[in-house]
């Protein structure tokens, strides 16, 4: 038989917890009963203060709800004090000086808690006060909302606009910005200018608008209006008309269109001219012999013999020509000009080691690690933001065509003729290294056409596709250039089953790297609405992206393509508000300006790394219309195969073969190569195409598309 456990509980102390609460209560009751009474009668004094106030205010106050509202905070603290006196008469422990200890607590808990509205009501009962301006007054608040006042409460002021709207205005914003009164006053005045002409006298237009302002009704004699001349403006004196009228604005408003319309009337039939705004225009002779001599000069000098001499060429003139070019011509220009400077300089002056510093300080800059590991994703990405997707789907077979199938044909087309032409010249090199050379040089830099074709007049169709083909053709070249550069080093066996498997690594894990980054992002950004955050995410997903892509050892710029795709068109459209599309857009464009700059003027400057071998530089010169022949196959090739599908236009292959740009990725690779006589080679050439290409056809795409459009406009 089993013990009962010593924590059970027995129901006889259950009964007698019970009946021991039921006694208290019954000894309580005869106490809350007494507090009750007591709540119920400081409700009746209550109510009868809050009548009696509103009825007192109502008498002798000018504000109809002052006495509301005074009525019903006297209501307020006498039910306040009601609750206390009756809490301390039912519950004899509770003592007052407890529940002023409470209440002290409390208290600031709660002025937290409504801070704004204990603001707004203590600013309601300063304004009860203090009656700056009364219920039917036309103000104007800080906030810049004007209309009639309807009523002022505790906590708001309510204002009813010129166009039939309520406004809603915090008392403590009227209380502590600046309020205008329209009607605080019996007179209010009202000015216009009026311009004449300058043939026309003065006096006689005041006289003439004042006797006109003087016959209008609703314009007070006392004061009485007045004109004063205020302005000698550029095309016009001008008059300021001014008169008194009531201040109520409906009046005002009439008012004034009848002293405008009898001012109007009165000087027009006087003759008075009534000028509009006028632009003089002074032409001068620009010919050779007079341009800048302001004797001979038909107008816009005076004549005299203090005059400057006629302008010459000078720096400023050179400069400004320079500064005309695109920014990306004109850097690459400056750092040409530079290194050439540099080494004319030690030819010069035998002595002289500047230049071999300068050599040594370039040849230090790891050019390929900072492009391809730095640069270029956000070059990419920047790039890749302001592809609009729509134009660019239209395009995609040619884009896919161009940027796989052209990359291939451009690279066997130029290592072939590179190998003929470099042994006519006596140059020995090892076919595999010619088409290494072709992989490299094949790819169309999206820096570089983004950058020039952004100002050439084309269809948004054809520019998507030159820059969809830039963006990532470059990707596809770099996994061709891999490929031939592992075969040529001996490293793995140049076979079409390891090309493939390669490519769709390093490509196919590229798109795919792209999209899960650029949605993840996308997501994100869609999630929250704070631009800084967003720009740090962008930022987030070009950084850590591309340094993802390289341990996974696929392609980097395929990936930011792709993510900067995704976000530029999707994410802009959907995930951000109009602020931060506006930042981000400018913060990336920010960044590739600045990137620009700095890779073209490093583009001219390593120039002086190049080897200047004679043959090297012919090698380099022969290699300039191999490229361009090997493009316009590349080119030409896809788009007659896909014009059943879509064409886009006889300016297309024009387009993408004069416009497809070489650029810093091509010598970047160059200087990737390992040492030995096929890098010098590889870099002279390289760096003489990608300066003919930035230079010459960057410098020239525009004119060559508008001569070329002009002439196929021409019926013949």
């Known amino acids: 038989m089993s013990t009962p456990s010593a924590s059970a509980i027995h129901p006889s102390e259950v009964w007698a917890t019970v009946n021991g609460m039921a006694n208290g209560f019954l000894a309580m009751l005869p106490l809350l009963v007494a507090g009750l009474i007591v709540f119920l009668i400081f409700w009746a004094i209550a109510s ?32 306040l004090l009601g609750a206390l006196v009756a809490a301390t008469v039912g519950f004899p422990s509770v003592t007052p000086a407890k529940l002023f200890s409470a209440l002290g607590i409390g208290g600031v808990a709660i002025g937290f808690a409504f801070k704004d509205i204990f603001q707004n009501l203590l600013a309601g009962i300063l304004l009860l006060i203090r009656h700056p301006f009364r219920t039917g007054d036309e103000i104007t608040t800080g906030g810049g909302f004007t209309g009639t006042v309807e009523s002022i409460e505790t906590r708001a002021t309510f204002i009813r606009t010129y166009d039939g709207r309520r406004v809603i205005v915090p008392n403590s914003v009227i209380y502590t910005e600046t309020v205008t009164v329209i009607t605080a006053y019996d007179l209010l005045r009202s000015e216009y200018d009026v311009g004449i002409g300058y043939g026309d006298d003065v006096t006689t237009a005041k006289g003439i608008a004042l006797e006109a302002m003087k016959g209008v009704e609703g314009v007070l004699a006392d004061p009485a209006p007045d004109v004063l001349l205020w302005e000698l403006a550029g095309s016009s004196k001008n008059i300021r008309i001014r008169w008194w009228t009531r201040p109520k604005r409906a009046g005002v408003l009439q008012v004034r269109d009848r002293v405008l319309q009898a001012v109007a009337e009165a000087l027009s039939s006087a003759g008075i001219d009534l000028p509009f705004p006028t632009t003089q225009i002074l032409f001068h002779d620009q010919t050779e012999a007079s341009d800048g001599d302001r004797r001979r000069q038909r107008e816009g000098w005076p004549a005299g013999a203090d005059v400057p001499e006629p302008r010459h060429l000078n720096a400023v ?94 690279t066997a087309v130029i290592g072939l003729g590179f190998q003929l032409i470099a042994g006519w010249l006596g140059l020995v090199v090892p076919l595999i290294w010619c088409l290494v050379f072709g992989a490299l040089i094949s790819p169309t830099d999206p820096v570089a056409v983004m950058g020039i074709l952004g100002r050439a007049e084309v269809s948004p169709t054809l520019k998507a596709t030159v820059a969809g083909e830039s963006l990532f053709n470059d990707g596809v070249g770099v996994v061709v250039f891999a490929i031939l550069l592992e075969a040529a080093l001996g490293t793995e066996p140049l076979s079409l089953g390891h090309a493939g498997a390669l490519f769709l690594r390093e490509a196919g894990g590229g798109v795919l790297l792209g999209v899960v980054a650029g949605w993840i992002s996308y997501r994100a950004m869609r999630s929250i609405d704070e631009y800084n955050v967003e720009v740090m995410i962008s930022l987030a997903v ?51 300006d600045i990137l620009n700059a700095v890779l073209f003027l490093l583009i001219g400057l390593e120039a002086i790394t190049i080897p200047w071998d004679p043959r090297l530089i012919a090698l380099g010169v022969a290699a300039i ?90 019926p013949n």
């Open 48 to 79: 009868g203060v809050r009548r009696a106030v509103e009825v007192f205010a109502a008498k002798r106050s000018e504000y109809p709800s002052a006495g509301v509202a005074f009525g019903r905070l006297a209501y307020i603290g006498l039910m």
């Open 625 to 714: 219309p191999l490229v361009l022949v090997a493009r316009g196959i590349a080119v030409v090739a896809p788009l007659v195969v896909l014009r059943p599908i879509l064409s886009l236009g006889r300016l297309a292959p024009l387009t993408l073969i004069w416009g497809g740009l070489r650029g810093g990725i091509s010598i970047a690779l160059a200087l990737g190569l390992p040492d030995g006589p096929a890098r010098s080679i590889a870099l002279a050439a390289t760096y003489i195409v990608v300066l003919f290409s930035v230079i010459v056809q960057g410098g020239s795409v525009e004119r060559v598309l508008n001569h070329v459009r002009s002439k196929l406009a021409q």
């Open 317 to 410: 003139t050179i400069a400004r020509l320079i500064l005309k070019l695109p920014s990306s011509i004109g850097l690459t220009i400056m750092g040409a000009v530079a290194s050439l400077l540099v080494v004319s300089l030690d030819r010069l002056l035998p002595g002289s080691r500047f230049g071999e510093q300068v050599v040594g300080f370039v040849a230090g800059i790891d050019f390929h690690t900072t492009l391809m590991d730095g640069m270029l994703s956000f070059l990419l990405f920047a790039g890749a933001l302001h592809v609009k997707w729509d134009d660019m789907r239209r395009g995609r077979w040619p884009i896919i065509a161009l940027s796989t199938v052209g990359v291939v044909l451009s």
């Open 542 to 592: 070009v950084m850590g992206g591309y340094a993802l892509a390289s341990k996974l050892h696929i392609s980097g710029p395929v990936a930011m393509a792709v993510a900067g795709l995704i976000i530029g068109n999707k994410g802009v459209a959907h995930a951000m508000s109009d602020l931060t599309r506006d930042y981000l857009l400018k913060f990336w464009a920010l960044i590739d």
